[in-house]
């Protein structure tokens, strides 16, 4: 069989660090704190839910844009935390989890030859998005060490063919969050041009220590331009469900759902149902922050003392190290090092960036059983 030869769309893509890591894991017995997932179940009362739902008979198709009671659910979610109102019908869309969003929203609005503007280290879809439309990846770096943004390095890369802003709070990899005067400061930069922007808000419920997530649904000037990216998955334990949320202006929200109805047309009904049901109790959400701040507060404890220097973690479910005084090995092979000799999986931040920058800072994953995370603490304190 001779198969004929075609160029790649994407020729610089290979198999994710995510899932050459959670294989190396496999392998070796690992704890694996590497792939950004739980490995503990979602509230029973989700999954009942979803089975009333399934059991109703909601199990065709719902309608493109998403099931309209999830929409108002949506929209009233946001309003009743950002204060800023979104009409269910026309500013609202259901999508199949966050990175379908993502890529929905980068095929809707880049041209060919248009710019897009990613801070990195960021992740790692984003730039084989823009590849796919056509766009021109510009790479602005968020500062190393405290990965803050940088707004005169940002301004100095928007030009007249910039089409978008890609941003992500709180943040993946770094474990960073935006201020308000972040997100003002943002919100003044881009006033006077027509750049779009991505706000990637995932993680908006893992925000620790008191602090507020600062949506770019405050900011009347970003969301006049954003696509508010939002996800199930990661809010209530279930990322295999693939469920996320897009809020945009109505003008912009058409476009979207102009490749959105060619792409996945429309996403898993009964989950639809499930999660509207659910959202009727807002308990799961505004609890997640001291839910997961346990959790960080746990893993942060338990390496106190070690040879690995804690970088600050304010939100996701992220703890970025720093391994300089453990190892003089690159990050990529710290991290298959760590797999095979210590039995616990982690991430290098080099993976995040085009060039490979390597900061010495490898990430993992504390969003696991305290069990497992007590597990990999025992080996990691053998450093």
Known sequence: MTTPHFPSRLPNVGTTIFTVMSALAAEH??????????????????????????????????PMAGVPALRQAVASKIEALHSRQYCPNAEITITAGATQAILTAIL?????????????PCYDSYVPNIALAGGVVVRVPLTPGSFRPDFAKIAAAITPRTRLLIINTPHNPSATV???????????????????????????????????????????GLAERAFIVSSFGKTFHVTGWKVGTVAAPAAMTAEFRKVHQFNVFTVNTPMQYGLADYLQNPAPYLQLPAFYQAKRDLFRQGLEGSRLKLLPSTGSY????????????????????????????????????????????VRFCFAKKDETLRAAIERLRTL
């Open 318 to 361: 992220f703890q970025c190290v720093d391994i300089s005084a453990v190892s003089d090995l690159n990050e990529a092979d710290f991290c298959q090092w760590l797999t095979r000799e210590i039995g616990v999986a982690a991430i290098p931040l080099s993976a995040f960036y085009g060039d490979g920058f390597d900061q010495h800072v």
């Open 108 to 120: 809707a609005c880049v041209q060919p030859g248009d710019e897009v503007i990613v801070l990195e």
């Open 178 to 220: 935006w201020t308000a005067h972040d997100m003002r400061t943002l919100e003044e930069l881009l006033a006077p041009t027509d750049v779009l922007l991505i706000s990637d808000e995932v993680y908006e419920h893992m925000v620790f220590d008191g602090a507020e997530h600062q949506s770019a649904a405050r900011f009347a």
């Open 29 to 62: 017995q690992a704890v694996n704190l590497g792939q950004g997932f739980p490995d503990f179940h979602c509230d029973p009362q989700l999954i009942d839910a979803v089975t009333r739902a399934m059991q109703a008979g909601h199990n065709q198709y719902p």
